[in-house]
């Protein structure tokens, strides 16, 4: 993505875009990290083409959360990424609990429990020969910076899923690496937003065709935490749900929420830019579907392949609230099988199981418009604010059944858009340090609400069947807390 920043102007060109296709190998699901920095390489070659040599004022990465490379000490990449999706993790948080009791772990991580946190992976990864010959971990954005630049660091709001990091002093939570036999000396040293790092190798410029020097500047490197500055709100009484593969439905914060409260909802305090706190839970989010359509093409073969449009208006014409699941249940992370999953849940909740993809996609909207609405009414009460509108940004927000189905869940107007906000996100804290545009997140958001294209839905519909289908899980819902 090329972005074009000035004080009045934003606009985001897509140069570039390329698959990324996880490979299980000896049965563990690995990231193929290579073809990903290839496709940076070639996106930069394109973006050089783009601005046809007058050249990158900055270079921000953004990636998924919590996963990280190993490296040697002379820096080479010592085993390929391990997927947060692969199962390795199973039965690790119990040993963590044994060292660390989960309420102490939240009063100093403010995280929720996810089974793929980083430090469920490493003491997964604890005796492995990889881990044994680190000399470095560098998490996923960090890895793809350093072999751009050739400098390490640990950038600050996707460290803080690691759950190694303190969200009152945004540093490192020592006392729980001890207690968890975690090496903090693997990590290289914080960076925040906005901190220079480092600038692009000559073999890059000479591979891409970019002129020095091309500064490469730290962003919020968590894409959900670019996403966030991405959202377009002109009032501080938002709430925000970021939808893509992954719904993370909360409140930005100025301070962490630590209580017991906040444990048992399994609500996360993830550290935002400028000081915010991502105040969240985490949930499915579309992944369902995706997988869904996985599971149908591979049944019908390549020449029946899922036509998504007409999927989604014959989704609308369904019965509404036919078959609800609850779309924070970890059940759903693993790749395969994702209708059969859904089949069971509905049956094991006493609801008619969905007969058709139809049905079935259906039940998944109408499912993630209840878990918005539980995580975005759960976040009010746990941190005593009041919202008066929801922002949807990510490519949910180019789902308008979701976006409508969420407006009329939560009785709030929804403001869908921009679909690219963690691309925007990124770009507008990299022109912010190089003096493009200044201000805080409400000028930018000020500057993303007068630029994007954005769609309002207002609530319609009976609000009490909401309900109804919320009580239809009742204590079957799970946070997916670690009790
Ligand atoms: C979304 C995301 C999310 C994390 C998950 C691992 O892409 O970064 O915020 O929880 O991936």
Same mark, same amino acid.
Request: with cysteine.
């Given at each position: ?14 140069? &570039? ?10 049965? %563990? ?9 290839? *496709?940076?390489?070639?996106?930069? *070659?394109?973006?050089?083409? &783009? ?8 270079? $921000? ?13 002379? $820096? ?36 929720? &429990? ?83 790092? $480092? %600038? ?19 962003? $919020? ?21 970021? %939808? ?56 019908? *073969? ?88 929801? &922002?949807?940004?990510? *490519? ?88």
């Amino acid at each position: 993505m090329v972005g074009e920043v000035a004080r009045d102007r934003l606009t985001l060109h897509e140069v &570039h875009r390329f698959p990324n296709q996880p490979t299980r190998v000896l049965g %563990t699901l690995h990231w193929n990290v290579l073809s990903l920095y290839q *496709g940076v390489l070639d996106g930069l *070659g394109a973006a050089a083409a &783009h601005t046809r040599g007058s050249g990158l004022t900055s270079v $921000g990465i953004d990636t998924w959360a919590v996963d990280y490379g190993l490296l040697a000490a002379d $820096g080479t990449l010592l085993a390929n990424p391990v997927h947060y999706r692969d199962t390795r993790t199973t039965g690790t948080a119990e040993r963590a609990a044994a060292a660390l009791p989960p309420p102490a772990l939240y009063a100093a991580t403010g995280l929720q &429990h996810l089974p793929f946190n980083t430090i469920y992976q490493l003491m997964a990864a604890q005796g492995t020969p990889a881990l044994a010959a680190a000399h470095r971990l560098l998490l996923i954005p960090d890895l793809i910076a350093y072999w751009l630049t050739g400098e390490a660091g640990t950038e600050l709001t996707n460290a803080s899923t690691t759950q190694l990091i303190d969200p009152r002093t945004r540093d490192w939570a020592r006392p729980v690496a001890k207690a968890l036999g975690i090496d903090l000396t693997l990590f290289p040293p914080l960076r925040r937003p906005g901190d220079p790092a $480092g %600038t692009l190798r000559q073999d890059v410029l000479a591979e891409t065709g970019l002129t020095a020097p091309t500064p490469v500047t730290a962003v $919020g490197s968590h894409d959900t935490a670019s996403a966030v500055v991405g959202v377009p709100a002109t009032t501080p009484d938002f709430a925000y749900i970021a %939808t893509g593969t992954w719904s993370l439905a909360g409140l930005e914060l100025d301070a962490p929420v630590l209580t017991e409260a906040s444990r048992a909802a399994n609500f996360t305090n993830e550290l935002g830019v400028d000081g915010t706190v991502r105040y969240l839970r985490n949930i499915m989010g579309l992944w369902m579907l995706q997988e869904c359509v996985r599971s149908w093409d591979a049944r019908g *073969g390549l020449a029946s392949r899922t036509d998504l449009t007409a999927l989604l208006r014959e989704a609308a014409e369904a019965t509404p609230l036919r078959s609800v699941v609850d779309a924070g249940d970890p059940a759903f992370i693993a790749p395969h099988d994702m209708p059969d999953r859904i089949a069971d849940a509905c049956r094991r909740t006493g609801q008619p199981v969905p007969r058709t993809p139809a049905e079935t996609t259906r039940c998944v909207l109408d499912s993630l418009a209840l878990a918005h609405r539980r995580a975005i009414e759960d976040a009010q009460r746990l941190s005593g604010r009041t919202v008066g509108v929801v &922002h949807i940004v990510g *490519g949910g927000a180019r789902n308008e059944l979701l976006c409508r189905l969420t407006a009329d869940a939560c009785g709030l107007p929804v403001v869908a858009g921009p679909a690219e906000a963690a691309a925007l996100g990124n770009v507008l804290v990299q022109a912010r340090t190089a003096g493009s545009v200044s201000g805080g997140l409400a000028e930018l958001r000020t500057l993303l609400h007068s630029t994007q294209p954005l769609r309002q839905y207002e609530p319609t519909g009976d609000h009490s069947a909401w309900d109804r289908a919320a009580a239809r899980l009742g204590d079957a819902q799970v946070t997916g807390q670690a009790t």
